[in-house]
Antibody, heavy 122, light 107 residues
């Protein structure tokens, strides 16, 4: 059974760096064809794709946020970490960790974490 | 970036109704399209991938079609559990992009 759970601060100040951790189970990021990534959703708004990390450590980022995002993995802990620099109030959103695999296609998110709401405010 | 436009933004319907939602891509994406269902306070759930393939465990009252730039999601025989917001997502190019959502509300 695949599960993902996001953790991190619920409140950050403008200009600070956000670090979110996704702890997952039921799969390994060393398995060929697996990918894990991040999607966010501002309150009352639509979904926005942020980043994806493949089993082979290939990474994809949203071009509009690329300069601010870093995605890394710790395969020994079954964790994915997202860092976002220079946070702004417009970055207030629920951040979701997502799983995908070539069984469906790595561009489709077939399992989602419950999400974590991050508020950016001074 | 490929822009995804959904219509209508919201639809009111009754249990048992047939509801169709449309999604248009700003450029051709072949069949690289997914549909997600999201209920309030919950994470999205993958319903359809590859424009028309039903994800495992999704009821057969959900169906979808389309190719290129025009796609539809149809719910045949709306059930109380189906009242939610639906999003399309293109998977043809990075960055992956979502539509603005369609809220299916109870009439």
């Amino acid at each position: 059974q695949i599960t993902l759970k996001e953790s991190g601060p619920t409140l950050v100040k403008p200009t600070q760096t956000l670090t979110l951790t996704c702890t997952f189970s039921g799969f390994s990021l060393t398995t060929t064809g697996v990918a894990v990534g991040w999607v966010r959703q501002p309150p009352g708004k639509a979904l926005e794709w942020l980043a994806l990390l493949y089993w082979n450590d290939e990474k994809r980022y949203s071009p509009s946020l690329k300069n601010r995002l870093t995605i890394t993995k710790d395969t020994s802990k079954n964790q994915l970490v997202l860092t976002m620099t220079n946070m702004d109030p417009v970055d207030t959103a629920t951040y979701y960790c997502v799983h995908s695999s070539i069984a469906v296609a790595v561009q489709y998110s077939d399992f989602w974490g419950q999400g974590t709401l991050v508020t950016v405010s001074s | 970036d490929i822009q995804m436009t959904q219509s209508p933004p919201s639809v009111s319907a009754s249990v048992g109704d047939r509801v169709t939602i449309t999604c248009r891509a700003s450029q051709g994406i072949s069949n690289w399209l997914a549909w997600y269902q999201q209920k309030p306070g919950k994470a999205p759930k993958l319903l359809i991938y590859g424009a028309s393939s039903l994800q495992s465990g999704v009821p057969s009252r959900f169906s979808a079609s389309g190719s290129g730039t025009y796609f539809t999601l149809t719910i045949s025989g709306l059930q109380p559990d189906d009242f939610a917001t639906y999003y399309c997502q293109q998977a043809h190019n990075f960055p992956l992009t979502f539509g603005g959502g369609t809220k299916v509300e109870i009439k």
